[in-house]
């Protein structure tokens, strides 16, 4: 139950950097149609609907790990007593010792919790680029989720955190995993996977127009 409580703390903290992802979300949507209809091609609702988790997530991640710790339950102190710029402090450098296989063998379980928190955090960059984006290669999952992890970890050597070559290591790794969720899904379900892809517009004259692939 205390990891449960602790897992909740954390979406706690993801939310603020949510809701305000959605509402630009929202605000740019009108645009991003245009884009596409110049385009020839529309985004069905399942996509918008799967892009719209994919920002909330990826907005919420970033509220999670690139704020100082405690910063978000601070906040209302924060804005009653004006800013605190010690709250933004060097972190205590890079740890560059790999010691993933230590951990593993150890099987202490918060060292666990943790490294399983680092490998579900990032599979949604792998998942969710290759399910959106066109032509889909596991590569560019695992570049989503490293790159996305390298950024993490340096804005943390600013704000008083931890940077950790293991975190990477383990996000890295997370983008690989929901690669291959992806990769179980379209084999499982090819219609439905098909359904988060952009698709022709129709033409007065009945015909179709531009591919049914992914905008980039």
């Given at each position: 139950l205390?990891?449960?409580?602790?897992?909740?703390?954390y979406v706690?903290?993801?939310l603020?950097?949510?809701?305000?992802a959605g509402?630009?979300?929202?605000?740019?949507?009108?645009?991003?149609r245009r884009?596409?209809?110049?385009?020839?091609l529309s985004?069905?609702?399942?996509r918008e609907?799967?892009?719209l988790?994919f920002?909330l997530?990826?907005a919420g991640?970033?509220g999670?790990t690139v704020?100082?710790?405690?910063?978000?339950?601070?906040?209302?102190v924060?804005?009653?007593?004006?800013?605190?710029?010690?709250?933004?402090r060097?972190?205590a450098g890079?740890?560059?010792?790999?010691t993933l296989?230590d951990?593993?063998l150890?099987g202490?379980?918060?060292?666990?919790?943790?490294m399983l928190?680092?490998l579900?955090?990032?599979a949604p960059f792998?998942?969710?680029s290759?399910?959106?984006w066109r032509?889909?290669r596991?590569?560019?999952s695992?570049?989503?989720?490293?790159?996305?992890s390298v950024?993490v970890e340096?804005?943390?050597l600013?704000?008083?955190?931890s940077?950790?070559?293991n975190?990477?290591?383990?996000?890295?790794?997370?983008?690989a995993?929901?690669y291959a969720v992806?990769?179980l899904?379209?084999r499982?379900a090819?219609r439905?996977?098909?359904?988060?892809q952009?698709?022709?517009?129709?033409?007065?004259?009945?015909?179709?127009?531009?591919?049914?692939?992914?905008a980039?």
């Amino acid at each position: 139950l205390w990891y449960v409580e602790l897992a909740w703390d954390y979406v706690q903290q993801m939310l603020p950097c949510a809701l305000a992802a959605g509402i630009v979300f929202f605000c740019v949507l009108p645009l991003r149609r245009r884009r596409l209809a110049a385009r020839g091609l529309s985004s069905p609702v399942l996509r918008e609907a799967g892009l719209l988790l994919f920002v909330l997530f990826a907005a919420g991640l970033a509220g999670l790990t690139v704020f100082p710790a405690n910063f978000w339950p601070s906040l209302p102190v924060l804005l009653r007593s004006g800013p605190n710029w010690q709250t933004v402090r060097p972190g205590a450098g890079f740890y560059w010792n790999i010691t993933l296989l230590d951990e593993l063998l150890d099987g202490d379980a918060w060292r666990m919790f943790l490294m399983l928190g680092n490998l579900a955090m990032f599979a949604p960059f792998g998942f969710f680029s290759a399910l959106l984006w066109r032509r889909p290669r596991w590569w560019k999952s695992v570049l989503a989720a490293f790159g996305a992890s390298v950024l993490v970890e340096v804005v943390q050597l600013f704000v008083g955190r931890s940077s950790d070559i293991n975190d990477i290591i383990l996000n890295t790794l997370g983008g690989a995993a929901g690669y291959a969720v992806f990769l179980l899904l379209r084999r499982l379900a090819p219609r439905f996977a098909a359904r988060f892809q952009c698709t022709r517009m129709e033409v007065p004259n009945g015909r179709e127009t531009g591919d049914r692939t992914a905008a980039p």
